[in-house]
T-cell receptor, first 111, second 115 residues
């Protein structure tokens, strides 16, 4: 079974802190994605990566950066967390021909 | 740009009845794929079914089927004989095949199955 894991299910951070969200997949997938999910807005793509050290902006990249140093790991970084970044963050991975497989999500609260 | 529209924020359905979740899409691309995902209260997204734009037959996976009407740009999910475990959020999504693997999601429908 494909497995996508995220470092935390719940996270509480203070405004201005640097936040790292980690995602690991075990299926040798080329593509990895970070989404945020907010009620009434569905899932919105923040960044994605189609290869190691490669990244592309999604629809809402402002305030976020990413890192992919190894194929199996994709990190989302909030350089200076703000309250409007309180959300559910979902990581996903896929091969070039498969559907996307999602992790369990990280519910981040910024106070 | 691609767009997915799900017009039903919430639905209540009696157990054992069939349910149709609506999804319309907008794209100028000829080659694309349509997906449905289920999100239970636990939060994980579970892939349900896929339909390619050139597939002539509607996709089916067990109790799930996708009613694909290309001319109307609709891709409704049909769940037959609903069960209590079907209560969840359901998301329709689209991928444009020529380009990259990005998915565009709709806003979702919360389905509640009543015993």
């Amino acid at each position: 079974d494909v497995k996508v894991t995220q470092s935390s299910r719940y996270l509480v951070k203070r405004t201005g802190e640097k936040v790292f969200l980690e995602c690991v997949q075990d299926m040798d997938h080329e593509n990895m994605f970070w989404y945020r999910q907010d009620p009434g807005l569905g899932l919105r793509l923040i960044y994605f990566s189609y290869d190691v050290k490669m990244k592309e902006k999604g629809d809402i990249p402002e305030g976020y950066s990413v890192s992919r140093e190894k194929k199996e790991r994709f990190s989302l970084i909030l350089e200076s967390a703000s309250t409007n970044q309180t959300s559910m963050y979902l990581c996903a991975s896929s091969s070039r021909v498969s559907e996307q497989y999602f992790g369990p999500g990280t519910r981040l609260t910024v106070t | 740009a691609q767009k997915i529209t799900q017009t039903q924020p919430g639905m209540f359905v009696q157990e054992k009845e069939a349910v149709t979740l609506d999804c319309t899409y907008d794209t100028s691309d000829q080659s694309y794929g349509l997906f449905w995902y289920k999100q239970p209260s636990s939060g994980e997204m579970i892939f349900l079914i896929y339909q390619g734009s050139y597939d002539e037959q509607n996709a089916t996976e067990g109790r799930y089927s996708l009613n694909f009407q290309k001319a109307r740009k609709s891709a409704n999910l049909v769940i037959s004989a609903s069960q209590l475990g079907d209560s969840a959020m359901y998301f329709c999504a689209m991928r444009v095949n020529f380009g990259n693997e990005k998915l565009t999601f709709g806003t979702g429908t919360r389905l509640t199955i009543i015993p």
